[in-house]
DNA sequence: GAGGTCAACTGGTATGACCAGTTGGCCGGA
DNA sequence: TCCGGCCAACTGGTCATACCAGTTGACCTC
């Protein structure tokens, strides 16, 4: 099974290499970047792809650029938002920040209990036939990493039928940092994408337009994975003590 | 009470119109935009501008640059994060898209009632003494807007105590957009930020550890503006039924 | 000491050239 | 006819250089 090349421009690399710097601290928030010219003859760069990543951090509220002032570094805590996400999930070294993935499962668990409340308020028929065909295609996956992929869809189908584009925005940020890893949180989620009559309950609760159900079956299901995560972290100890 | 007055670059400009194209639809996912010579004799800048804001589409996720090849308009429903919510939350013309607000009200009630729970669970005293200075600041805070400010700095301590990175990304996401129409939302808010006694119940729950309480209160609390949100919506009716 | 001036920074814009990858049509051989 | 390589004409990616525009702080004047 080949993997496709993955290429980077220079501005990537770029952005990469500050933005990791500035994660780990770094390069300290309040402090100032040097000088475009300056940052261009370190990196090897020309301007223009210096200031292209320059402007990517910018927009990702990792610094602060001022015309004829310095550029400041800021602290992404405060300040970065969800697009940093998918970024701090994996580390400089290709490992996964187990505390950052917690954090994504306990987002995610808060989140689909009312995604499923509102599917089953708004949602209309042609929701209540793509989950049927999803489930379908759930019950005849074959392994983890197929039912972890069926169940993303079922789930986009429900945010879709939410009608709430903070939903539909969220979940696409989430997701670009989980199928990136998806195989690494098979043994968290086995338990729950295994589990189709949970997810037939939830369809079935959204199909009647019973909200209370929907929301109960969908927080029952999120648990599952939740509480594996949880407990797999209390296993495993403190690896992860330091930053982020 | 003068305002600072915003500047934007060629490439803020550029970017931004290029955005809206896309959110509105009159570039067609997809489609395959102009080449950047052509493009920046069309919007009459060069083309290193124009090449920083389509690194900014990009890594929004509104398009898809090949080198060699064409760059296509994505769908941003599709792929787009949560960093476009922000801009999706006005609309070109200066009006407050309801639908999208309405979202995020939505969101944030789904949220809080979580992030309540694991700082019960996770925070520790320093986290108690700031909530209760938070307390009596709100208590003293005069006019809706000054206790909504208060209330968003409530909830950060609580983001932070919840010691989850996935909700503090989430929260600055949020946050970027509330504040810059917060006074729009204040007869919505305003029930919720006077209810000085439920904040103190959630601060009450969070200091003593007790994480199904402070949900509950959270859930209670935010449940007020979610339904003035949506009385809100109905009464003011479809003036919103079209993209997005 | 208050206020204005100015030089030496900073980032922002512009131009033109060339490198590198993609696409599709043309052409020669099987 | 069809397959294959080849090549020209696109596309985006990188580069060097110059100059414009805003900020900062030292300095000078009153």
Chains 1, 2 share one sequence.
């Not at 300056?38 to 602060?64: F, I, P, S, T």
């Not at 949602?123 to 379908?136: K, M, N, S, Y």
């Not at 997701?175 to 189709?196: C, I, N």
Request: with cysteine.
């Amino acid at each position: 099974m080949l993997k496709p090349i993955e290429r980077r421009s220079l501005a990537d690399a770029v952005y990469e290499q500050l933005r990791d710097a500035i994660v780990s601290g770094d390069l300290e928030p309040g402090s100032s970047l040097p000088s475009e010219r300056q940052l261009r003859e370190q990196l090897g760069v020309n301007r223009g792809a210096l200031r292209e990543a320059l402007k990517r951090l910018e927009e990702a509220r990792l610094v602060r650029i001022r015309h004829g002032g310095a550029t400041e570094v800021l602290d992404f805590r405060e300040h970065a938002g969800t697009s940093l996400l998918e970024d701090l999930l994996v580390a400089p070294d290709g490992s996964v920040r187990t505390r950052v993935a917690r954090g994504v499962i306990e987002m995610r668990a808060a989140l689909a209990p009312d995604i499923a409340r509102l599917a089953a308020l708004r949602g209309g028929p042609d929701c209540t036939e793509r989950l049927a065909e999803q489930l379908v295609a759930l019950r005849e996956a074959d392994g983890v990493l197929n039912q972890q992929r069926v169940a993303l869809e079922f789930w986009a189908t429900l945010v879709d039928a939410s009608d709430n584009l903070a939903y539909r925005l969220a979940y696409n940020s989430l997701r670009e940092g989980y199928v990136r890893f998806m195989h690494l949180l098979s043994p968290v989620l086995a338990d729950e994408v295994g589990d189709v009559d949970a997810y037939q309950s939830i369809a079935d609760a959204v199909a009647a337009g019973e909200s209370e159900a929907a929301y109960d079956q969908a927080k029952a299901l999120l648990a599952r994975g939740t509480g594996t995560m949880t407990a797999l972290m209390d296993a495993v100890g403190r690896q992860q003590t330091e930053t982020p």
